[in-house]
């Protein structure tokens, strides 16, 4: 059979944005043909052969948002058939993966069957390789009854019997064995069967891992009994495994990727809990698994499957250099530090001193809030970070204790205590993975290399190694908080009785510790000169106002230095539980400033009615008061009128009426200038 050249090799992979496919896709682009793949020997090969390429990646895509710069080129979903044939027959190899997504088993068995009409079309050579899963193994029968320690191996897939919701898998997994029968030379094709896949920032176990890292849980479940063997491989060996099938073309056509750990599910899980959580289990019914909304049914079907597997052909066909050959158990070291990497999960270290009443509490707890880390205070009474390892707990015991170390008259545990719980603190499981915020400590320099020494160690070639610091407790920033002693004074003789009761800061005992701290910082060798030594520059920030304003800019200032949160960002359902509650409480705001408003303005209803009446009740009043005034100044006008004008005035109306003149008026003005009464 003709090999393929080692040249630019053109490989399509489906759902590039997927777990699997992505790590593929990652690992052949950076492969040279013919190139070792150990990471050791791998050093100084670049991806570039020649000055081209190895491998060319293409791809479909659900997604197109995320830069991924070892894929050539990206083809959105959905795709057409006719436009699909088009780019997988520019294509010499076409490898499709269906570990993730079961609606890909259709695709794929369109896709090896197109391919396989147009074999008349081919330019050249091609190859078509099935990413199946071991799924289509769990119902086989044991090899041998009598010793069921048998392990199933790749020569044995014609007895594979699949799980009754895998059944669509092994279907298009001989559909694809059967299409490369017919012309090997022109079109071969491969199945290749997975095992549970790890590393690289987790799939299937995730979970496991997600809910140690946060440390919320006492106790990792296990669903089931634990007690069935789990095949599983390392994304990147199995990247290996594709990779040498490309370029070695085998002729067995069914191959078993699997590594050689037949690791069981309780030691899966109780590994990932003892390197990043608790280090504790509790095995629960399986189908409480169907109640996690992190894992969906095919997850939680293929954790439950129990295959002791064994490949034949790996070890034997192909020269791997395994990166994980022993499992995930052996290698956990190597897969968390993979999984903190890929996802982003890089603890923060931050460390905030300064002066009493500066507000390093404060800060270090917004601080704690913003980026999800453990607060750790010197001070015995804050203290809420409670860790069960047993070095803590018998440090909380000697600190609890009554006739314990401390200074009389300042309540304080002795320096060498004291850095002993702050330092098992520092190295317990939360404080490592999240990372914390270190409270107003260390305070002198002789504790600051107490608390971040670290112990002696030896290298890999046996040779006795002492570095001055401990790297995985040291601050990555340190906070400098200072003003000046009015300020301070001033802020601690406005603060409320029961703060200063809290803080310990009546006047006397303030006065003293800030002359203390003071004292301190004029010494030679000072915290600040500590760190400046192992190259952390401490940022100094002057605190002159307490006003809101300037407490958010000074915050904003501090997140720009530190940069984003490396945690894990909420989750769907945590976005949905947070939107809701916003939703609710909104609902309520606006529930209450309606009920408020419609009080008021009833209110203002009722004293508008109120006032009405009583404006109304007055106006009353001075209508009757007015007519009875008028009724009054009226009577003698009209005395007068009766008496003087109206008997001469109705007698010239009589006359004017009798005679009828032509001018009444001027008829009447001269009968009343003849007979007014003031002729008399």
Not at 73 to 80: A, C, F, I, R, T
Not at 381 to 399: H, I, R
Request: net charge negative; with cysteine; proline share 5%.
């Amino acid at each position: 059979m003709e090999k393929l050249k080692p040249s630019s090799i053109r490989v399509f992979i489906n759902n590039i944005d997927s777990y699997a496919s992505k790590c593929i896709a990652k690992l052949l682009s950076e492969r040279v043909l013919g190139a070792p793949v150990d990471p050791e020997e791998e050093e100084g090969v670049t991806t570039e052969h020649s000055g081209v390429r190895t491998f060319h990646v293409v791809g479909t895509a659900s997604d197109r948002s995320e830069d991924r710069p070892y894929v050539q080129e990206e083809y959105s979903k959905p795709l057409n058939r006719e436009d699909l044939l088009s780019k997988l027959m520019d294509c010499d190899v076409v490898i499709y993966n269906i570990t993730q997504h079961a609606d890909q088993v259709e695709e794929a068995f369109w896709a090896v069957t197109a391919l396989h009409n147009e074999m008349g079309h081919f330019s050249g050579p091609k190859m078509f390789i099935l990413v199946s899963t071991v799924m289509t193994w769990a119902h086989s029968k044991p090899v041998d009854h009598e010793d069921p320690d048998l392990p199933f191996t790749d020569d044995l897939f014609w007895r594979r019997r699949a799980h009754p919701h895998f059944k669509r898998y092994i279907d298009l997994e001989k559909r694809v064995s059967k299409m490369g029968k017919t012309n090997k030379a022109l079109f071969s094709t491969y199945v290749v069967a997975s095992g549970l896949q790890y590393g690289m920032g987790e799939q299937i176990f995730h979970f496991f891992f997600k809910t140690s890292w946060l440390g919320k849980e006492h106790e990792i479940p296990v669903f089931g009994e634990g007690d069935n063997i789990i095949p599983m491989i390392h994304i990147n060996d199995l990247a290996s495994v594709i990779q040498h099938v490309i370029e070695h073309q085998p002729e067995p056509y069914y191959l078993l990727a699997v590594d050689y750990s037949n690791n069981t599910m309780e030691d899966i899980v109780r590994t990932i809990s003892s390197a990043l959580g608790p280090g504790k289990i509790q095995k629960k019914p399986f189908e409480e698994a169907f109640l996690i909304q992190d894992l969906n049914v095919m997850e939680i079907e293929s954790m439950l499957i129990n295959l002791r597997m064994e490949s034949l052909y790996l070890n034997k066909l192909f020269p791997i250099n395994w990166l994980c050959e022993n499992g995930l158990v052996e290698n956990i070291d190597l897969v968390v530090e993979e999984y903190r990497q890929a996802r982003g999960l890089l603890p923060i270290r931050l460390c905030v001193l300064g002066p009493p009443a500066v507000g390093k509490s404060t800060v270090s707890k917004q601080l704690c809030e913003h980026y999800k880390l453990h607060y750790i205070s010197a001070l015995k009474n804050v203290d809420p970070d409670a860790e069960s390892e047993d070095s803590t707990a018998d440090a909380q015991k000697v600190l609890n204790h009554p006739n314990g170390s401390t200074e009389q008259n300042e309540g304080l545990l002795d320096d060498q205590l004291l850095v002993k719980v702050v330092k098992d603190k520092l190295m317990s499981k939360p404080c490592r993975n999240q990372g914390f915020v270190l409270d107003g400590f260390p305070k002198t320099y002789e504790q600051a290399k107490e608390l971040f020494y670290a112990e002696e160690h030896e290298s890999k070639d046996g040779t006795s190694l002492i570095s001055s610091y401990n790297e995985s407790i040291m601050p990555e920033f340190v906070l400098c908080l200072d003003s000046s002693d009015a300020f301070l004074k001033d802020r601690v003789m406005n603060l409320p009785e029961r703060l200063v009761q809290d803080h310990n800061y009546e006047m006397e005992h303030f006065l003293r510790q800030l002359a203390i701290y003071r004292e301190n910082s004029l010494e030679d060798e000072t915290v600040d000169n500590y760190f400046d030594e192992l190259g952390i520059t401490p940022l100094y920030l002057e605190i002159t106002s307490s006003s809101e304003n300037d407490c958010l800019l000074l915050m904003q200032k501090i997140f720009d230095t530190v940069g984003q949160p490396k945690n894990y960002s909420p989750s769907s359902q945590e976005v949905e539980e947070e939107e809701r509650r916003k939703a609710e409480k909104r609902m309520r705001s606006e529930a209450q400033e309606k009920a408020e408003e419609d009080r008021k303005e009833a209110e203002e209803d009722r004293y508008r009615a109120a006032c009405w009446e009583e404006w109304s009740k007055g106006l009353e009043v001075m209508r009757k008061q007015e007519e009875e005034l008028l009724e009054a100044q009226s009577v003698p006008m009209r005395n007068y009128l009766m008496e003087h004008i109206m008997p001469t005035l109705t007698q010239g109306l009589i006359e004017c009426s009798k005679a009828q003149p032509q001018d009444p008026v001027d008829f009447l003005a001269e009968y009343l200038l003849k007979n007014s009464p003031c002729n008399y």
